[in-house]
């Protein structure tokens, strides 16, 4: 709406703030010639520019309106005029307007008016634009076609065209003249938002009136009914143009081309583009980019190239438009040397396209191509043309320097992204195929604390992806850092992402590399609770490092949550865990374990045990451990009964000895008496002679049941 503006900020010459300062030193007769310490001596602020910064930097009070009182001591038309226009925001511009007129400081003319209506136009302050401009008339202001025609824009701009349209209606009732700039207003508000018949009512009301159409209706009308698709309209309105003998210029044309290139009808397009050269109307870079755009979406890239090479030979420079039309269908059609080429010339002429999704097309284009050069070749280019490089357009590079194995140069594209923390800001982000390469490439050759570092940044923007987290536990495992690995597996759990049981069993693998059993326990806990199956080798390791570092107690608990997971291996490492618990006195927990063994169906050695302890002196680990035999009728040898019977007489543990004597006999288990005589001379010894009684009487009757049976068996053999 500018050019419906008649009235546009003044240059005007500086406006001193000297007089606002003190005039009293002897040393300075002219106290207006006196600069300001604050400020530069070569350039005194404006007054103008004085206010705009006080009431944006300070609340609206009458302290400020004071202030400023002290500062102007009248305001003038140039003053009022500029202050409006310099103020930082609407609001700030409209509290000044009425802040002058109602303190009588200030009439507020037809400029002024304009200058509040349209800079409250622009922030959609619409009710108070429409009011200011309502109330023209009761200050004495008379209305003029182009204030009406800026509130109809405005309301347009912001899509109230209901509001537009009554406006436009309210001309006419207030006795406001309405020329063709007013239906001009209207139609390009209208068309916009597809109301193309009240367009075409509103355009024959404008004929009836006697008003004439210019170049710039037509266009308009014919632009508005392409966007509604109403392609024959378009075409009736052009043919009624000419037949007016109202000259289509090159904008007309250019509207004419582009609406068939939205209906995709380029051959239509193609006549109009030669109509306008045949009737000397020369195309500018505007019809050549929109007949590109036009070939570009039907896939006729040979020919947009085409177009493109005639419009530099007529000496038309292509603009950012141009360029930016262009090089998305060169990508598409695959033609990335001449991409590449168009893309140099940009560079050269410094213009960056208004579109900077384009660079990854290109980035990723000449990546398919093969051309890794040329695509990096890109990135650089964005910088040379200030063009913001984002995570994804580097991710894209990275992603395809790790497939290429070129990993040194993927290496020093990823410093650069982590350096600059370009990740944190970009709007296009890495994708996982990038990022889970470049940190497997790390992990796996000794640069995981890198791959860290690149994955706290994504972490940062809300990534969780569970291969980057799994792979990062296993590179810290396999380079000894096994600490760094299992807070990783703390973030996951907190975050609630899953790992996988590889992660898991190099950590495990890890800490017994370093000689940390006990760590390694904590490990594979963990691994449990997060559903994994550590396997019986990961099993055995674990217990061996805690046998190895003396934590028998560990090492059982670890042998007894394997077989409760069913792996019934390795009986050798279980007897040595069993051994060391009853040697230490752990009996308790030992048989524990040797009852989860046999409802696991698995047979411990209980006679070396017992042989064991007995060698050892253990002689009350071997007497429970032989009476837990004994009450689940384990097999156990006889040789055993008598050894542990000599341990007990021999340590002088009689009575013991006899308790557990007269299981065995009750079992059967005794044959040779011999220990046995033994036993009843220490306990007669001792003057427990009622027991020595006792267990002679139960020899004497064991013989005789023994004899009994004898010649029952001979008389049957001999029979």
């Given at each position: 709406m500018a050019s419906l503006c008649r009235f546009k900020p003044k240059k005007l010459s500086p406006r001193s703030t000297s007089f606002f300062y003190s005039s009293e030193s002897p040393n300075n007769p002219d106290p207006r010639t006196r600069i300001p310490t604050t400020h530069n001596p070569k350039t005194p602020e404006k007054v103008e520019d004085l206010i705009c910064r006080m009431m944006s930097t300070r609340v609206w009070t009458t302290r400020l309106q004071n202030s400023i009182r002290n500062l102007v001591p009248s305001f003038d038309h140039e003053l009022v005029y500029n202050v409006l226009h310099n103020a930082k925001n609407s609001e700030h511009a409209l509290q000044f307007f009425r802040w002058v007129e109602r303190s009588g400081l200030f009439r507020h003319d037809r400029e002024t008016h304009f200058k509040i209506i349209q800079i409250l136009g622009r922030s959609e302050k619409l009710n108070h634009a429409r009011c200011i401009l309502l109330d023209m008339p009761n200050k004495g202001v008379d209305w003029d076609e182009d204030l009406w025609v800026l509130m109809i824009d405005s309301y347009g701009k912001a899509g109230i065209v209901q509001e537009s349209v009554k406006l436009f209606q309210k001309m006419e009732e207030l006795g406001v003249e309405r020329t063709v700039k007013s239906y001009n207003a209207l139609f390009n508000v209208i068309t916009r938002r597809g109301r193309y018949m009240m367009a075409k009512r509103y355009f024959n009301k404008m004929v009836n009136e006697g008003i004439e159409p210019t170049t710039h209706t037509y266009n308009l009308l014919i632009w508005g009914f392409f966007l509604s698709s109403k392609l024959d309209t378009a075409i009736r309105f052009f043919e009624a143009m000419k037949s007016r003998e109202i000259n289509p210029d090159v904008v007309t044309y250019n509207t004419m081309i582009n609406g068939y290139n939205r209906a995709k009808k380029i051959e239509e397009a193609e006549k109009y583009f030669v109509e306008m050269k045949a009737r000397n109307i020369e195309p500018n870079v505007i019809s050549y980019t929109t007949l590109i755009k036009g070939y570009s979406l039907v896939g006729r890239v040979d020919d947009a190239l085409r177009l493109f090479e005639e419009m530099k030979s007529f000496g038309i420079k292509p603009n950012a438009i141009t360029y930016s039309t262009l090089l998305p269908s060169l990508c598409e059609g695959r033609k990335m040397s001449e991409a590449r080429m168009i893309l140099k010339e940009m560079e050269e002429k410094y213009i960056a396209p208004k579109d900077n999704s384009l660079f990854i097309r290109l980035i990723s284009g000449q990546c398919e191509a093969g051309d890794l050069d040329a695509a990096a070749d890109v990135l650089k280019a964005m910088i040379r043309l200030s063009v913001p490089t984002e995570a994804?357009?580097?991710?894209?590079?990275?992603?395809?320097?790790?497939?290429?194995?070129?990993?040194?140069?993927?290496?020093?594209?990823?410093?650069?992204?982590?350096?600059?923390?370009?990740?944190?800001?970009?709007?296009?982000?890495?994708?996982?195929?990038?990022?889970?390469?470049?940190?497997?490439?790390?992990?796996?050759?000794?640069?995981?604390?890198?791959?860290?570092?690149?994955?706290?940044?994504?972490?940062?923007?809300?990534?969780?992806?569970?291969?980057?987290?799994?792979?990062?536990?296993?590179?810290?495992?396999?380079?000894?850092?096994?600490?760094?690995?299992?807070?990783?597996?703390?973030?996951?759990?907190?975050?609630?992402?899953?790992?996988?049981?590889?992660?898991?069993?190099?950590?495990?693998?890890?800490?017994?590399?370093?000689?940390?059993?006990?760590?390694?326990?904590?490990?594979?806990?963990?691994?449990?609770?997060?559903?994994?199956?550590?396997?019986?080798?990961?099993?055995?390791?674990?217990?061996?490092?805690?046998?190895?570092?003396?934590?028998?107690?560990?090492?059982?608990?670890?042998?007894?949550?394997?077989?409760?997971?069913?792996?019934?291996?390795?009986?050798?490492?279980?007897?040595?865990?069993?051994?060391?618990?009853?040697?230490?006195?752990?009996?308790?927990?030992?048989?524990?374990?040797?009852?989860?063994?046999?409802?696991?169906?698995?047979?411990?050695?209980?006679?070396?045990?017992?042989s064991a302890l007995c060698d050892k002196g253990k002689t009350a680990a071997a007497l429970k451990l032989l009476d837990f035999g004994l009450e689940r009728d384990c097999t156990i040898d006889f040789s055993s009964y008598d050894k542990v019977l000599d341990s007990l007489v021999a340590a002088g543990k009689t009575l013991n000895a006899y308790s557990m004597l007269c299981k065995m006999m009750e079992k059967g288990g005794v044959k040779d008496h011999k220990s046995c005589e033994e036993l009843i001379k220490s306990l007669n010894q001792e003057g427990n002679t009622k027991q020595a009684d006792i267990l002679r009487r139960m020899i004497i009757g064991k013989d005789t049941t023994l004899d009994s049976k004898k010649a029952k068996k001979k008389t049957a053999v001999a029979t």
């Amino acid at each position: 709406m500018a050019s419906l503006c008649r009235f546009k900020p003044k240059k005007l010459s500086p406006r001193s703030t000297s007089f606002f300062y003190s005039s009293e030193s002897p040393n300075n007769p002219d106290p207006r010639t006196r600069i300001p310490t604050t400020h530069n001596p070569k350039t005194p602020e404006k007054v103008e520019d004085l206010i705009c910064r006080m009431m944006s930097t300070r609340v609206w009070t009458t302290r400020l309106q004071n202030s400023i009182r002290n500062l102007v001591p009248s305001f003038d038309h140039e003053l009022v005029y500029n202050v409006l226009h310099n103020a930082k925001n609407s609001e700030h511009a409209l509290q000044f307007f009425r802040w002058v007129e109602r303190s009588g400081l200030f009439r507020h003319d037809r400029e002024t008016h304009f200058k509040i209506i349209q800079i409250l136009g622009r922030s959609e302050k619409l009710n108070h634009a429409r009011c200011i401009l309502l109330d023209m008339p009761n200050k004495g202001v008379d209305w003029d076609e182009d204030l009406w025609v800026l509130m109809i824009d405005s309301y347009g701009k912001a899509g109230i065209v209901q509001e537009s349209v009554k406006l436009f209606q309210k001309m006419e009732e207030l006795g406001v003249e309405r020329t063709v700039k007013s239906y001009n207003a209207l139609f390009n508000v209208i068309t916009r938002r597809g109301r193309y018949m009240m367009a075409k009512r509103y355009f024959n009301k404008m004929v009836n009136e006697g008003i004439e159409p210019t170049t710039h209706t037509y266009n308009l009308l014919i632009w508005g009914f392409f966007l509604s698709s109403k392609l024959d309209t378009a075409i009736r309105f052009f043919e009624a143009m000419k037949s007016r003998e109202i000259n289509p210029d090159v904008v007309t044309y250019n509207t004419m081309i582009n609406g068939y290139n939205r209906a995709k009808k380029i051959e239509e397009a193609e006549k109009y583009f030669v109509e306008m050269k045949a009737r000397n109307i020369e195309p500018n870079v505007i019809s050549y980019t929109t007949l590109i755009k036009g070939y570009s979406l039907v896939g006729r890239v040979d020919d947009a190239l085409r177009l493109f090479e005639e419009m530099k030979s007529f000496g038309i420079k292509p603009n950012a438009i141009t360029y930016s039309t262009l090089l998305p269908s060169l990508c598409e059609g695959r033609k990335m040397s001449e991409a590449r080429m168009i893309l140099k010339e940009m560079e050269e002429k410094y213009i960056a396209p208004k579109d900077n999704s384009l660079f990854i097309r290109l980035i990723s284009g000449q990546c398919e191509a093969g051309d890794l050069d040329a695509a990096a070749d890109v990135l650089k280019a964005m910088i040379r043309l200030s063009v913001p490089t984002e995570a994804g357009h580097y991710g894209v590079l990275i992603e395809n320097f790790c497939k290429a194995g070129v990993y040194d140069r993927a290496v020093k594209l990823l410093d650069k992204l982590i350096e600059k923390e370009i990740i944190l800001s970009s709007s296009l982000p890495m994708e996982p195929s990038a990022y889970n390469l470049i940190i497997d490439y790390l992990c796996n050759n000794g640069q995981t604390s890198k791959a860290e570092t690149l994955f706290r940044q994504l972490m940062k923007i809300g990534i969780q992806d569970p291969v980057a987290f799994n792979n990062l536990v296993c590179g810290h495992s396999r380079e000894e850092a096994p600490d760094s690995a299992f807070e990783i597996l703390k973030i996951m759990g907190r975050r609630k992402v899953l790992s996988d049981g590889i992660a898991h069993k190099s950590l495990v693998e890890s800490y017994l590399k370093k000689g940390e059993p006990a760590d390694a326990k904590a490990a594979l806990d963990n691994m449990l609770e997060q559903g994994h199956e550590p396997d019986s080798l990961l099993y055995r390791s674990v217990m061996e490092s805690l046998m190895g570092d003396g934590r028998v107690q560990t090492a059982s608990r670890v042998m007894k949550i394997m077989l409760e997971k069913g792996v019934k291996e390795h009986m050798d490492l279980i007897s040595t865990i069993l051994e060391a618990l009853l040697m230490r006195g752990h009996v308790e927990e030992g048989l524990g374990r040797i009852e989860l063994l046999l409802h696991s169906g698995l047979s411990p050695d209980i006679d070396g045990l017992l042989s064991a302890l007995c060698d050892k002196g253990k002689t009350a680990a071997a007497l429970k451990l032989l009476d837990f035999g004994l009450e689940r009728d384990c097999t156990i040898d006889f040789s055993s009964y008598d050894k542990v019977l000599d341990s007990l007489v021999a340590a002088g543990k009689t009575l013991n000895a006899y308790s557990m004597l007269c299981k065995m006999m009750e079992k059967g288990g005794v044959k040779d008496h011999k220990s046995c005589e033994e036993l009843i001379k220490s306990l007669n010894q001792e003057g427990n002679t009622k027991q020595a009684d006792i267990l002679r009487r139960m020899i004497i009757g064991k013989d005789t049941t023994l004899d009994s049976k004898k010649a029952k068996k001979k008389t049957a053999v001999a029979t």
